[in-house]
Nanobody, 126 residues
Framework: QVRLVESGGGLLHAGDSLRLSCAAS????????MGWFRQPPGKEREFVAA????????KYADSVKGRFTVSRDNAKNTLYLQMSSLKPGSSAVYYC???????????????????WGQGTQVTVSS
């Protein structure tokens, strides 16, 4: 069982930047694909970004393209999400997810991810 712990959330203003981190209890290279999802208040959990370390490829939701960057440091067993030009609509609980051996290609579906963190709250005020 892989344990994921997110950190870095907080209360920000529109236009601010923030970096989220996700520390894994096991080597992150054991999961080809890791990703970030978010759940705004009263809404479904949605895909934000994913990273595949095998070919160093990434995928983003249209709403965050050009503003968010996902990256991974396998030496530190950590996944990151660099967020810039934050908007009030970015407010949500952000979750880290790992596919384990279940997925080897980038996927936006929650179903593909085997392990989940508890989430970190990001609140952006106007």
């Amino acid at each position: 069982q892989v344990r994921l712990v997110e950190s870095g959330g907080g209360l920000l203003h529109a236009g601010d930047s923030l970096r989220l981190s996700c520390a894994a209890s096991e080597p992150t290279f054991s999961s080809a694909v890791m990703g970030w999802f978010r759940q705004p208040p009263g809404k479904e959990r949605e895909f934000v970004a994913a990273h595949n370390w095998i070919n160093n490829s990434t995928k983003y939701a249209d709403s965050v393209k050009g503003r968010f960057t996902v990256s991974r440091d396998n030496a530190k067993n950590t996944l990151y999400l660099q967020m810039s030009s934050l908007k009030p609509g970015s407010s949500a609980v952000y979750y880290c997810a790992a596919g384990g051996s279940a997925i080897t290609v980038l996927t936006t579906s929650r179903v593909g991810y085997r392990y989940w963190g508890q989430g970190t709250q990001v609140t952006v005020s106007s």
